[in-house]
């Protein structure tokens, strides 16, 4: 079987991937040990710890699914682009970038003082939607797929990625008023691209 020109370009992928999902638990930090003297002022440390998992778990989720998509991608494009390289790489960026805006909706998405970090993760993902309609259009536009099914994937993908794009713009706009709701409507989101990733995996 032929080698596909894209498997340097997915172990390198592969590699971001793996070092963004290691980088996230990074910010899942103990209880500070100063502040404990009793057991119950353990469990009221350990409650203020909740936020940063949560955080870490969507995200998590989130970069898992964006991997088994672009693993699913990959092999059904065996040719390579400048374009579609580049492309690629936009979409690295965003999923190298998340940890930063977790750590920020960890840390604030309980306070009064929500809104920057529940808008900055939802210009990420937004951001993140304009890297895959790029990735998929590229890889379109210069012929890269193995056949025609491989290309319907592929359009299907274009056009999932604009409809994430106004979803997360929309949120990211809507946090600026309302940064709990939409932080809980985009982990809901996400419960349900997961779904779909699955189902599509079993398809």
Do not use: C
Request: net charge neutral; aromatic share 12%; charged share 10%.
């Amino acid at each position: 079987m032929a080698e596909n020109a894209n498997n340097r370009l997915e172990a390198l992928s592969d590699g971001v991937f793996a070092i963004a999902m290691t980088l996230l638990v990074i910010e899942v930090r103990p209880p500070v040990t100063d502040t404990i003297a009793t057991t119950a002022d353990f469990w009221q440390a350990l409650a203020h710890v909740i936020p940063g998992i949560g955080a870490f778990i969507l995200s998590f989720i989130i970069i898992f699914i964006t991997w088994v998509n672009h693993h699913g991608a990959i092999n059904l494009i065996p040719r390579t682009s400048a374009s579609f390289i580049f492309a690629n790489g936009l979409l690295l960026l965003t999923v190298a970038f998340i940890p930063f805006p977790t750590a920020l909706l960890g840390e604030f998405v309980v306070t009064d003082h929500a809104a920057p970090a529940v808008v900055l993760y939802n210009v990420v993902l937004a951001f993140q939607a304009v890297a895959w309609i790029l990735f998929s259009r590229t890889a379109l536009t210069n012929h890269l797929t193995k056949d025609e099914n491989a290309a319907r994937t592929l359009r299907r993908m274009g056009r999932n990625g604009y409809f994430a794009f106004a979803l997360y713009s929309l949120l990211a706009l809507a946090a600026f008023w309302l940064p709990l709701p939409v932080a809980v409507v985009t982990t809901a989101t996400w419960m349900v691209w997961l779904v779909m990733a699955f189902r599509a995996k079993h398809a």
